[in-house]
């Protein structure tokens, strides 16, 4: 019997000229050999060889393909591909988890004695590894408030090698100009790595800013259905990539195929998600910013956020997160929890539900009360991932909860 075995999704002759929502749909697929629509789970921990010499010259890197799913996967490389063309990147290293992201960029280009400078405000276990476990190792660290490129000049040292940004930050909403950042810290030979989890793709993209690598939990909005826990480093340089790639491989922070494949299926509605989440939040925020139990509100999409000039010129849109801030402090924090039925008290973002979440008492619980303010981690702040529920519906929700403040 003949099999006829297709070699190329006719996707692959055109995609340098290629839009964001058709790269969305049809990056990482173009290379399936049976040409199927959506690429299969290659649910397999290890790949034979046609003889000996074969073997011999994956290994030697001498023929492109498969030895060991914690070395690659065909379908975990579908994802990479997408998600790099997604970034205008080189490649993607894709990883268990968000945090395992982090810790391969950390392990990567941090050693004994380096030190790194990163957002006060970053996601709070991205802080707390470092603060409690490479800190044994040797490496120390400043938070500083990266809005301010004067602050970072400030804390630049001989033994500096890393600037780690999270932008919009988490969950304070403070936007750091990635463009000015990246130039000063060039000029100080330090990498700069930016964690664009917030705003995804599709409204940033950070290596076009002047960036060296972004990396993403992908469990939030490019995965975008809260079923699946994963994370993604892309780098600028194929000298990175080789850098930051072995390390995941040797530490065993591959993504799992089944993973990928749930992950590059919500991906492809991506831009879709987060055009009507963001519609919502706009609404929302405009809403919130006029209640009376609500101190102030922070969504770069409203003129009184402070870096809202930025906002339009560093992103392609304003995105769905917001945070915002009750006048009666933590207990009111506790109370709205307590109070809302569609929103759910959960923390995560990013995904087609809408989710809440009080900071002080939940994510950043762990920080002392002094650095959580230093971080402006404040008693009554609320973080609030905006869906694709209808809008009113979203309001008539926080309204009857603030009635119970």
Do not use: C
């Not at 498969?66 to 996967?73: D, P």
């Not at 190792?137 to 500096?160: A, M």
């Not at 664009?196 to 259905?225: E, M, R």
């Not at 969504?299 to 392609?316: C, E, F, I, R, V």
């Amino acid at each position: 019997m003949r099999i006829v075995i297709r070699f190329m999704h006719k996707y692959h002759v055109m995609k340098e000229k290629s839009g964001f929502n058709t790269r969305m749909v049809h990056a990482g697929s173009e290379d399936d050999q049976w040409g199927s629509a959506v690429v299969p789970i290659y649910q397999t921990s290890t790949f034979s060889f046609e003889n000996a010499q074969h073997g011999a010259d994956l290994f030697a890197g001498k023929r492109k393909g498969y030895i060991y799913t914690r070395i690659g996967n065909p379908t975990i490389h579908a994802l990479e591909e997408n998600i790099a063309s997604l970034e205008n990147g080189y490649g993607g290293i894709a990883t268990a988890s968000g945090m395992g992201a982090v810790s391969t960029i950390y392990l990567a280009l941090l050693g004994q004695g380096a030190h790194m400078i990163s957002t006060a405000s970053v996601y709070g276990p991205s802080r707390s590894i470092m603060e409690n476990h490479f800190s044994r190792f040797g490496v120390t660290s400043s938070y500083v408030n990266t809005s301010d490129i004067e602050n970072i000049k400030k804390n630049i040292r001989p033994e500096t090698k890393l600037l780690y940004l999270e932008t919009p930050s988490n969950p304070t909403m403070e936007l750091t100009d990635i463009k000015a950042a990246a130039r000063l810290a060039h000029e100080h030979k330090l990498l700069v790595v930016v964690d664009n989890t917030f705003s995804s793709p599709y409204l940033q993209n950070p290596l076009d800013l002047g960036a060296d690598a972004v990396l993403h939990s992908v469990t939030k909005f490019i995965n975008g259905h809260a079923d699946v826990v994963g994370g993604i480093i892309v780098t600028k340089t194929p000298e990175l990539y080789n850098l930051i790639r072995p390390v995941m491989v040797g530490m065993g922070l591959n993504m799992d195929p089944h993973q990928a494949f749930l992950v590059h299926r919500g991906v492809k509605t991506l831009s879709l998600r987060v055009e009507k989440a963001q519609k919502s939040a706009m609404e929302i925020a405009q809403w919130l910013e006029q209640h009376p139990k609500v101190e102030w509100v922070k969504y770069p999409g409203l003129p009184s956020h402070p870096q809202h000039d930025l906002a339009k010129k560093q992103m392609k849109g304003f995105g769905t997160m917001i945070s915002f801030e009750l006048k009666g402090g933590y207990k009111a924090g506790e109370e709205l929890m307590n109070h809302m039925q569609v929103a759910l008290l959960a923390v995560s973002l990013g995904g087609v539900e809408t989710l809440i979440q009080h900071p002080a008492s939940m994510t950043h619980s762990g920080l002392p009360g002094k650095e959580r303010l230093e971080a402006g981690i404040t008693d009554g702040l609320v973080r609030y991932s905006v869906g694709i529920e209808d809008t009113q519906d979203l309001i008539a929700d926080l309204q009857q909860a603030l009635n119970q403040v």
